[in-house]
């Protein structure tokens, strides 16, 4: 399985954004994809998915109301949109993926950096 993310970039505080994961290698149909950051001097910590069969979503609470996981189901790619940014969001973003699990990803991605300025 390998992914691939990227739309990272600099925005204004209050701007948007949108991420994009190209996976390959996979029956996408079985996984459970997720966005995950790490900003700076901090741990990685979880920010949305998407089961890619149904489509559920989940988020967790700094991303709630703001972000959105989506995925199109003919290339496949997931998306990250992430609108009303905040100077805190400023992270590299991944991308991951796994077969039984919403938060335990067994494959990642490289990052891509997303910068928020005040």
């Known amino acids: 399985v390998q992914l691939q993310a990227s739309g990272g970039g600099l925005v204004q505080a209050g701007g948007s954004l949108r991420l994009s994961c190209a996976a390959s290698?996979?029956?996408?149909?079985?996984?459970?994809m997720g966005w995950f950051r790490q900003a700076p001097g901090k741990g990685r910590e979880f920010v949305g998915g998407?089961?890619?069969?149904?489509?559920?979503?989940v988020y967790a609470d700094p991303a709630k109301g703001r972000f959105t996981v989506s995925r199109d189901d003919a290339k496949p790619i997931v998306y990250l949109q992430m609108n009303s940014l905040k100077p805190e969001d400023t992270a590299v973003y991944y991308c991951?993926?796994?077969?039984?699990?919403?938060?335990?990803?067994?494959?990642w991605g490289k990052g891509t950096l997303v910068t928020v300025s005040s």
């Open positions: 998407i089961r890619w069969s149904g489509g559920r979503t």
């Open positions: 290698g996979g029956i996408f149909s079985n996984y459970r």
């Open positions: 991951a993926a796994s077969v039984d699990s919403d938060y335990e990803m067994e494959y």
